[in-house]
């Protein structure tokens, strides 16, 4: 069985030669890299120098409870301050270990309620009750926090060392509220699967075709009928790029373009509304994760009919009502009338359904992958070249110090009809060019 790697370069591509073709499995020193996130393993290190989401905005009301949280294979406490700032700190007290996450918030922090401790946002111990007047023990205690930056209705937070990189300034990141929703879904898998997932655009061809559609659906009907589309991965300043290129007929193709951002946010323009999601894959451990789902939209959303929407397949908890454990609700009856693979409309459902089949964490020294993996490739190997520039002492890819450099107009997530005779790649910088922001996901398709 053959072996290759795609070999990196600066804003390069691959050829058709080095990414297609039988094999090209990761070794199991490989697969662990990759796959495992606790802190002090190479995958750790290197996923730590990134802003991650922690949790959703509403998941912690100023006034109310301390929400307690497993990120990176760390048990944390999330807590507002009384200024309703954001803290993260590691949950167990430095005192004797008592569960930070049921304490009282007052006094400018959170205050254990085993001996009463008070720690601030950034670690300080303010108050021990029982320490003798003038003590000035607490000076030399510090418990173990996290930088907190409040974005888009989610809660990031900086797990590595050192200064925090700046946070990335990507359209969805910086939008007014009117523009973005944000949820979230649990997943029972690693988090590379959900990743992986996000890059293999022929799947759409049949893991979430419907069978029942409308005549104005084009999407759904050209990808249904060209199941062999050209892809088309370009690696750039932030990751990647992966284009699908499906024939409608001589004169035009249907083009569909979406962005990898370092270190796990997928870019997809799925609604052909004008709206794109970003679905950022955070490990709560080694074999779990939250699929985070923030949608934008340059001109602005109407945020409660969306959150409806996207909240629907979930419960409160954010675990997903068809799942593994119901068999996803899958009906032999609607694969025959509705949806391929009848379980509903919910592109979520499908996708979990997929990924979490494939065990907790997949084993991927046995699979074979073809000419449709190639963006999966390109993805695999910007994650190993940024754990090996991490281990050599170097910001890996996506990290940004210089503020002149936190500017992203090239991150696309798009769908369009796009003339035969024009370049795919050139279609939507010549749009930026003529006015419209590249980054914009405003969709242009010609009916």
């Not at 996923?47 to 949280?69: D, F, K, M, N, T």
């Not at 284009?243 to 035009?252: E, I």
């Not at 281990?391 to 991150?411: I, K, S, T, W, Y």
């Amino acid at each position: 069985m053959s072996r290759f790697r795609c070999t990196l370069t600066v804003l390069g591509v691959c050829s058709s030669e080095t990414l297609a073709g039988e094999g090209g499995m990761l070794s199991k020193e490989e697969n662990d890299l990759l796959t495992c996130i606790g802190s002090g393993t190479p995958g750790g290190e290197w996923i730590r120098r990134y802003w991650q989401p922690a949790a959703l905005s509403e998941e912690v009301a100023a006034g109310g409870a301390p929400l307690p949280l497993r990120l990176l294979g760390e048990d944390l406490v999330l807590f507002r301050d009384e200024t309703g700032e954001p803290g993260l700190l590691d949950i167990h007290c430095a005192h004797r270990g008592a569960d930070l996450s049921y304490g009282r918030l007052e006094d400018g922090g959170i205050r254990c309620i085993y001996h009463g401790w008070l720690y601030d946002r950034s670690g300080r111990c303010l108050d021990q009750p029982g320490e003798p007047v003038g003590s000035t023990f607490h000076d030399r205690i510090r418990q173990t926090a996290y930088s907190c930056i409040e974005r888009s209705g989610v809660i990031f937070a900086y797990l590595g060392p050192g200064e925090p990189p700046l946070f990335p300034a990507y359209d969805f990141l910086t939008a007014p509220d009117e523009c973005v929703t944000a949820t979230k879904y649990f997943q029972d898998c690693n988090y590379l699967q959900g990743n992986e997932g996000n890059f293999d655009p022929q799947h759409l061809s049949f893991l979430h075709r419907l069978i029942s559609t409308t005549p104005d659906d084009f999407r759904n009907a050209i990808q249904s009928t060209d199941k062999s589309p050209t892809i088309d991965p370009v690696e750039t300043e932030f990751g990647m790029q992966l284009y699908a290129v499906r024939k409608v007929d001589d004169n035009q193709n249907f083009v569909k373009v979406r962005s990898f951002v370092m270190p796990g946010a997928s870019l997809v323009d799925s609604r052909g509304d004008g709206c794109y999601h970003s679905d950022w894959h955070v490990p709560i451990d080694d074999t779990h994760h939250w699929k985070y789902s923030i949608a934008y939209k340059r001109t602005g959303l109407d945020r409660e009919a969306d959150l409806a929407l996207r909240k629907r397949p979930a419960e409160a908890d954010y675990t997903l009502k068809r799942n593994r454990a119901n068999r996803y609700l899958q009906s032999r009856e609607k694969m025959q009338t509705d949806t391929y693979i009848g379980m509903g409309r919910d592109f979520i459902i499908h996708d979990t359904w997929a990924t979490e089949g494939e065990g907790p964490i997949y084993d991927r020294s046995s699979e074979h992958l073809g000419y449709t993996d190639r963006g999966i490739i390109i993805l695999r190997n910007l994650m190993l070249a940024g754990i090996r520039a991490v281990q050599e002492g170097r910001d890996p890819l996506g990290v940004v110090r210089d503020p002149a450099r936190n500017h992203f107009p090239d991150v696309l997530a798009r769908d369009d009809m796009v003339p035969s005779n024009v370049p795919w790649r050139f279609h939507w910088r010549r749009q930026s060019v003529e006015g419209e922001p590249a980054s914009a996901a405003a969709s242009a398709a010609t009916r």
